[in-house]
């Protein structure tokens, strides 16, 4: 089988923008804090979820133009999808921390660098992926979600 050729958009990086939840709890700071790392390396753009809630159109636009929307969210009151949902901007990850085995500890921000690493790497490798998205799409096909005539 022949291998296919890459994308010819300038990058085979997905483009994708992270809206963390950033709540009071240790949960949120985590939830900010992991978005702050992926931003540093380079996974996707860390956004202002507050900015998007005010009713922000010309982030709402970006937002429904990149490949990927991660929330990453501390608990299951789901803030920060419910943000980005509201918006008519689809979420392609969803990543809930007390979810992945972290307590959320009301009146306590502290958190340990392990913890914001366990969820930095969750998200890298896709553990809150929603089946059926169009990102979702996009990689299934060989695609790169450009635009483009890149398949």
Known sequence: MAEKAPCTCGSNEKNRLIFPCS?????????????????????GSFVCTALLASGSESLAERARGVQEVVA??????????????????????HLVITDLGIEKKSGDRSFSPDEVEAI????????????????????????????GNCS
């Open 120 to 147: 930095a790497s969750a998200a890298w490798k896709g553990e809150g992926k929603i089946m059926g998205s169009e990102s979702e799409k996009k990689t299934s096909s060989g695609g790169c979600g450009c635009g």
């Open 23 to 43: 709540g009071q709890a240790n949960t949120g700071q985590i939830s900010n804090q992991a978005a702050i790392q992926l931003s540093d390396e380079g996974y």
């Open 72 to 93: 990453i969210d501390g608990c299951g009151m789901h803030c920060a999808k419910k943000i980005v949902e509201q918006a008519k901007v689809p979420v392609h990850q």
